[in-house]
């Protein structure tokens, strides 16, 4: 049996993970002396295409716990195995063995947070650059990192020309409010995305609440909403030291998995080089969705999309014969975050 004072422990530090858009879609429980990560029938993101993002967020949990249990004396295992179950689907079985050294990763697991203010742009040393390299390699995954003042000039472009469609198109416009918490009462939910977290002041949350109605968003975008909300994002991208893409071996539910661990464990290891994160999650989501569910975006909207690949692809050569997981942006930070994303109890993830 898992002691029950370590389960708690380690379903704990896999809550505090990287969580998109801070959905927490996981579920902790303790099975025969293993510890079973599920994905939730709900808080899957309902645009999401093969899970791609719920898994990532699973396999950022996993990670954290695999690293936590170091800290506790044990060696963890990871198999994945995605199974249906009665608490939606089973996707991880992590056991433990005594012994092992302790990861010293452990220690910022309290420490890392999204940071959504500029960063210095400087170029990182080389050492450190190739410590975040090593800790996707250590999974399974690999990052590729993008330096240059013009590599980075020509990723936020992308980027950019990919936000737009989020906040133009009503299905994907609904979600994204759905997952704001536009006030305290709201925020108190201890999911989503509240106005600190997002950087804003609380007066922010009026227009939004304005823009999150489709009638209102769809006149405004005619004059530029969507376009303006989207160069946000791209700034964002080159006002870092590096912008990196997580990619996998295979494109299925391990490759995911093994993308999410690549990104906790990345960014663990940015938190220990005193540098801060932020994923930048649409443009690998939606040139994935575009191959695979192209019915989810308007025509011409499935038409942009599409010519951005072959620039994407000249920016990262290698992921072409690899499985997309996610952008992220790393560098100095400009200062600490106004807020860190809130989580829900621990109890409401566990499985008793």
């Not at 249906?84 to 697991?109: N, Q």
């Not at 990182?124 to 975040?132: C, E, K, Y």
């Not at 918490?181 to 977290?197: F, I, N």
């Amino acid at each position: 049996m898992l002691d029950p004072e370590l389960f708690r422990t380690l379903a704990q530090a896999g809550h505090k993970a990287a969580s998109p858009d801070n959905l927490q879609a996981w579920r902790f429980e303790a099975v025969d002396g293993a510890l079973h990560v599920h994905l939730p029938r709900e808080g899957r993101l309902p645009t999401d295409v093969d899970d791609m993002f719920s898994l990532i967020g699973i396999g950022c949990a996993v990670e954290n716990i695999v690293v936590a249990a170091s800290a506790q004396g044990h060696t963890a295992s990871v198999t994945v195995d995605r199974q249906p179950s009665a608490h939606g689907e089973r996707i991880a079985i992590v056991t433990f063995a005594e012994g092992g050294e302790k990861d010293p990763l452990a220690d910022v697991i309290d420490r890392r947070c999204t940071n959504r203010k500029p960063y210095a742009t400087e170029r990182m040393a080389d050492d450190v650059a190739g410590r975040l390299e090593s800790a996707a390699a250590a999974v399974g995954a690999r990052v590729d990192l993008l330096h240059e003042d013009g590599e980075r000039d020509r990723v936020g472009s992308l980027i950019a020309d990919n936000d737009w469609i989020r906040m133009s198109h009503q299905p994907l416009h609904a979600e994204l409010f759905d997952i704001f918490r536009l006030s305290a009462a709201e925020a108190d939910r201890g999911d989503g995305l509240d106005l600190a977290s997002l950087e804003l002041p609380g007066a922010a949350g009026l227009f939004l609440r304005l823009v999150g109605k489709w009638p209102v968003a769809r006149v405004l975008n005619a004059i530029g909403l969507a376009k303006g909300f989207a160069k946000g994002s791209g700034d964002a991208a080159r006002a870092s030291a590096a912008v990196g893409l997580i990619t996998a071996d295979t494109p299925d539910t391990a490759g995911y998995v093994a993308s999410g661990r690549a990104l906790q464990r990345i960014w663990l290891q940015a938190a220990a080089d005193g540098m801060a994160m932020q994923p930048i999650g649409g443009l690998a989501q939606y040139l994935t969705k575009v191959e695979r569910e192209p019915e989810g975006f308007l025509p011409e909207q499935a038409a942009h999309l599409r010519t951005l690949k072959d620039p994407f692809y000249a920016l990262f050569p290698a992921a072409k014969d690899r499985t997309l997981g996610i952008l992220f942006r790393v560098g100095v930070e400009s200062g600490p975050p106004l807020g860190r994303s809130r989580r829900r109890p621990l109890d409401t993830v566990l499985v008793s």
